[in-house]
């Protein structure tokens, strides 16, 4: 089992930034996972935002975030950061964090992923 908590979210104005943080433990995650954050605006179906490898550290994210929101990992505290920079209402969601055993790629489907947080979330004003 893995265990995944979020923190970090909040209500921003647009244009402004907040950094996610989600923590990982349980006795099952290890280097063959990636973690990833996903995110569901009210009446609307979860969307894959942006994910890393936790050995390689290989990045993919969704073209709407591109040139706005990074992804980094910190192994020493087993915990992946979401910070998110110019900040636009269409952001408004709640952002879910998620774990995915994978061997080298960076999956970008739900489906992909077997353990998930909470979901922490982020409002951004206009």
């Known amino acids: 089992q893995v265990q995944l908590v979020e923190s970090g979210g909040g209500l921003v104005q647009a244009g402004g930034s907040l950094r996610l943080s989600c923590a990982a433990s349980g006795r099952t995650f290890s280097s063959d996972y990636a973690l990833g954050w996903f995110r569901q605006a009210s009446g609307k179906e979860r969307e894959f935002v942006i994910a890393?490898?936790?050995?390689?550290?290989?990045?993919s994210y969704t073209d709407s975030v591109k040139g706005r929101f990074t992804i980094s990992r910190d192994k020493a505290k087993n915990t992946v950061y979401l910070q998110m920079n110019s900040l636009k209402p269409d952001d408004t969601a709640v952002y879910y964090c998620?774990?995915?055993?994978?061997?080298?790629?960076?999956?970008?489907?739900?489906?992909?992923?077997?353990?998930w947080g909470k979901g922490t979330l982020v409002t951004v004003s206009s």
């Open positions: 998620a774990a995915a055993p994978t061997q080298n790629w960076v999956p970008t489907i739900g489906n992909e992923y077997r353990y």
């Open positions: 890393i490898t936790w050995n390689a550290g290989l990045t």
